[in-house]
């Protein structure tokens, strides 16, 4: 049986549970794909299992992450080459000397692409949460984990994940630049950092700068620029009145999902919260360019 493809990394809100809807939401034709939050790319490998995405178009801001992904598609090999020795010596330690491995893996910075990839994903397979954080100077902040048998490597889920990768063309950047490359007919999943529903679940953990109200601006103003280029965007948020009021009134179609979130230190916080997923596959100038 061959190994069905699916995250690399654990990423905060990552989408693993709302793939499948996603992908029965996304429209059954379109040119190219493309992910501008990528994170752990959940949504991706889900479509690449279908073989639906080839020649995809994938981003992020966080540069570390792009260069990870590169390095996997890339050198599959070499960075399990990387990856063994790190994830032997780690487990082979008993639980109170496994620290001071983490931290001095965090402490470390290879200039070898396949070997920069390895500790990134050395880093979230043993530290806390699978968070991924950055201090103001760039530098990786965030502690040790407490997982007893932690998988780090996972070589045939790594060839899988290249496998799919193959193709693809990975950029680090700003969602904006991201759906400027998108035409008509093109189809964009956006999965932004959310707008918190309450003070307690703010959630600012994924790169410097934060995503406030006005970066959700923004990004509603990219998503009706694409809307009136034709190209087919689906885009999950928080259920949350300020993000229904900005999409809002234009003709998007709507619906909440109830969603129960992966990574989130607080016991409470697990219960499923609602979630949007908004499209513009009903506007004309969209369902005109898909036609096409
Ligand atoms: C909710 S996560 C995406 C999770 C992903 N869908 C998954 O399944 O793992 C949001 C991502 O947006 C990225 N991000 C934050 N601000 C950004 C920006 N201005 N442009 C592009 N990406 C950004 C973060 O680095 C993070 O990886």
């Not at 792009?66 to 063994?84: F, G, K, M, Q």
């Not at 950047?173 to 959310?194: N, Q, S």
């Amino acid at each position: 049986m061959t190994r069905p493809v699916g995250p690399f990394l654990k990423w905060a809100g990552g989408k693993a549970r709302l793939a499948p809807r996603i992908l029965e939401r996304a429209p059954s034709r379109f040119g190219r794909y493309h992910e501008p939050f990528l994170g752990g790319g959940a949504v991706f490998f889900a479509f690449a299992g279908t073989r639906r995405a080839p020649g995809a178009r994938l981003s992020d801001a966080n540069g570390a992450l792009i260069a990870c992904y590169r390095a996997v598609r890339d050198a599959p090999e070499a960075v399990v080459a990387a990856l063994a020795p790190m994830a032997e010596a780690y487990l082979a330690r008993e639980a109170g000397e496994r620290a001071a491995y983490y931290y001095g893996v965090r402490a470390s910075a290879p200039g070898v692409p396949a070997e920069a990839a390895a500790r990134l994903i050395f880093l979230n397979r043993t530290g806390y949460n699978g968070l991924y954080r950055e201090n103001r100077s760039g530098g990786f902040n965030v502690p040790h984990g407490r997982y007893v048998k932690p998988r780090i490597l996972d070589r045939d889920g790594l060839m899988a994940a290249a496998n799919a990768l193959r193709g693809a063309t990975l950029c680090a950047g700003d969602f904006e630049e991201a759906c400027a490359a998108a035409v008509a007919g093109d189809f964009v999943y956006l999965d932004p950092p959310y707008l918190p529903l309450s003070a307690t679940s703010r959630f600012t953990a994924y790169t410097r700068g934060e995503f406030d109200p006005a970066e959700q601006e923004r990004l509603r103003d990219a998503f009706e620029a694409m809307t009136r280029r034709g190209v087919a965007a689906l885009l999950s948020n928080s259920d949350h009145a300020r993000i229904r009021e900005l999409y809002g009134e234009r003709g998007f179609g709507f619906e909440t999902v109830m969603m129960s979130r992966a990574i989130n230190s607080v016991g409470s916080g697990r219960a499923p919260i609602a979630e949007v997923l908004i499209d513009n596959l009903g506007r004309a100038e969209v369902r005109r360019a898909l036609e096409g």
